[in-house]
């Protein structure tokens, strides 16, 4: 079973990664947190396929197993979710030391993930991601929080886990689209930090949709190593963890004005696609200010685009609408835009100087 360890001053835990590790996940959890009682909180749809073998699981290991069944979707990710999950942890007897389990993508393990690290001050947390872009993403680092009216992940918290249960065989219940969308961000991986990734991923982007497990073993783990190097760098976010941001300024700029366009029936974006023509535009920037040349926008887009992720839109809302919400990204420093650019395959950098022109070109230059 490929493991790897994250290690950081204060804390270390182990993320797990096997095929059919879910059948056996309470062994692990008693490892790393024992107690009489566990909360198992969980995608709804999600806990149809694989709740109950968890739960089992759990009972097995000499839990007394608390559930609530998360309802799925960005909307749900929320304070109001999150106040039924206490009600759901108090009527249960939850206490300090009780593990909380996440089961599901990345809005349930954020979520659930908040709730772990404020009931009680903090509780034991543990994650077991059943999306790639969970795996490769959310599910590491520590980073949990939900969303307020006004933005997204506005109230928030580190809380590193204990224990990370990795179970690939989970994507064979993802929509094609979904599985998609979590490549973009091992693509985003590998072009800040590997470049034999990305080598690796323009080989086996079809071996990877036709679910072979063998590959997504390989790519989750290699793309777990490269996140969890970088939080162990840079835990809170002051520095390196930031290159993990390369398309998501313009991605979170698209996810923004999609809110406001729904009402009038604007095309939805999910976060992958959304972070597909960020980086589409963050590489031409880059080339266009010279920080790179002119293959490397070219072949990030040419691996999205055998992977069947955007490249281009005919969509976007109104380029000055999107640089508006482009200043009010909590990256935005004194004033500065701060936007990670590529260098080459495997190397960033952050840029604060990038005319707005120029930002406004790369806009345009996604309206196919």
């Keep these: 079973m490929p493991t790897v360890e994250l290690k950081l001053p204060h804390h270390r835990y182990d993320i797990h990664i096997e095929v059919g590790l879910l059948q056996r996940v309470g062994q692990l959890v008693n490892a790393r947190a024992p107690h009489a009682r566990a909360a198992l909180l969980a995608d709804e749809p999600v806990y149809g396929h694989f709740g109950e073998p968890v739960r089992s699981s759990l009972i097995e290991a000499e839990y007394e197993v608390v559930v609530a069944r998360i309802p799925t979707g960005e909307a749900h990710k929320n304070l109001q979710t999150v106040e039924k999950l206490y009600g759901t942890l108090v009527e249960g007897g939850l ?98 930090r590997d470049e034999t990734l990305f080598d690796w991923i323009e080989q086996h982007a079809r071996n990877i949709l036709d679910l072979d497990m063998d590959c997504l073993v390989e790519l ?61 535009a963050a590489s031409r920037l880059a080339a266009a200010l010279g920080r790179c040349d002119d293959s490397v926008p070219q072949r990030i887009e040419h691996l999205l685009k055998s992977i069947g992720l955007p490249t281009s839109s005919t969509t976007l809302p109104p380029t000055e609408d999107l640089i508006g919400t482009m200043w009010l990204d909590k990256k935005v420093e004194s004033n500065r835009m701060r936007l990670v650019l590529p260098e080459s395959i495997g190397r960033v950098t952050i840029v604060s100087d990038a005319p707005i022109e120029m930002v406004r070109e790369a806009w345009e230059g996604l309206r196919g």
């Design 220 to 280: 989750v783990t290699r793309n777990v190593k490269i996140k969890a190097k970088i939080v162990m760098a840079d835990e809170k976010e002051t520095g390196e963890r930031a290159h993990l941001n390369f398309g998501h300024t313009f991605a979170h700029a698209i996810e923004a004005r999609q809110e406001y366009g729904r009402a009038s029936g604007g095309n939805d974006y999910h976060h992958g696609e959304a972070v597909a023509l960020g980086m589409v």
């Design 95 to 192: 206490e300090r030391k009780s593990p909380v389990i996440a089961l599901g993508g990345g809005v349930t393990g954020d979520t659930a993930g908040f709730v772990a690290a404020t009931y009680l001050r903090g509780v034991p947390f543990i994650q077991c991601p059943t999306t790639l872009l969970a795996m490769v993403d959310a599910s590491v680092g520590g980073k949990v929080g939900v969303n307020l009216p006004q933005g997204k992940n506005l109230v928030g918290a580190f809380h590193q886990p204990v224990l990370v249960a990795i179970d690939p065989a989970t994507l064979r219940t993802l929509p094609t689209r979904e599985l998609r969308c979590g490549l973009a961000e091992c693509v985003k991986h590998a072009a800040i």
